[in-house]
């Protein structure tokens, strides 16, 4: 099976004069510095290029201080910057702290009883979170905010949500 790629963030900035980068990420607590080896970088659309770490250290619980093999200057990082980086689903299951949006990557969701389907992306806004999941064989956007949420069940991974009258057939029709 294909590794399904997710979006953890971006290089937003080059650190000191050893070509470190500046990632801003939505895993939560910081990042697990022991066992995160590799990024990914979506080079054409769906083609993505492996890039080794040669070291990371958390900065704070949103970014994290990281240096790729063979970057070892700030111009060598430049080309890097504003650049998305992505992990493999299972990593960032293993990586993203439980009360991350990013974390609900996988679980189901029911609208009261009925199943919807699996969150297969996770859209951090402002005033709320957007889960992308497949009904039906069409992509809806489920909005998860204190209107919509009933409840997450972590040990089940499974969301409860109450969904605005007819937001479903706005996909669906």
């Avoid at 979006?7 to 066992?35: C, M, N, P, R, Y």
């Avoid at 995160?36 to 619980?61: D, Q, R």
């Amino acid at each position: 099976m294909m590794d399904q790629y997710v979006v953890i963030g971006k290089f937003i900035a080059t650190f000191g004069i050893k070509g470190d980068l500046v990632l801003q990420h939505h895993l939560g607590d910081g990042i697990d510095t022991e066992s995160l080896k590799t990024v990914f970088i979506e080079e054409k659309s769906g083609k993505f290029m492996p890039y080794f770490i040669a070291a990371v250290k958390n900065k704070n619980a949103e970014e994290a201080l990281v240096q790729l093999e063979g970057v070892d200057a700030p111009e060598k990082a430049k080309p890097f910057l504003r650049k998305q980086v992505w992990l493999p689903e299972q990593e960032v299951k293993t990586q993203a702290a439980k009360h991350a949006p990013i974390s609900l990557l996988g679980f189901m969701v029911y609208d009261e009883k009925k199943m919807l389907g699996k969150v297969l992306e996770v859209i951090e806004q402002p005033m709320q979170v957007l889960l992308r999941i497949d009904y039906e064989g069409k992509e809806v956007f489920v909005p998860l905010n204190e209107s919509t949420l009933i409840k997450i069940e972590h040990k089940k991974e499974k969301i409860t949500v109450q969904l605005p009258e007819g937001l479903l057939d706005i996909y669906i029709n």
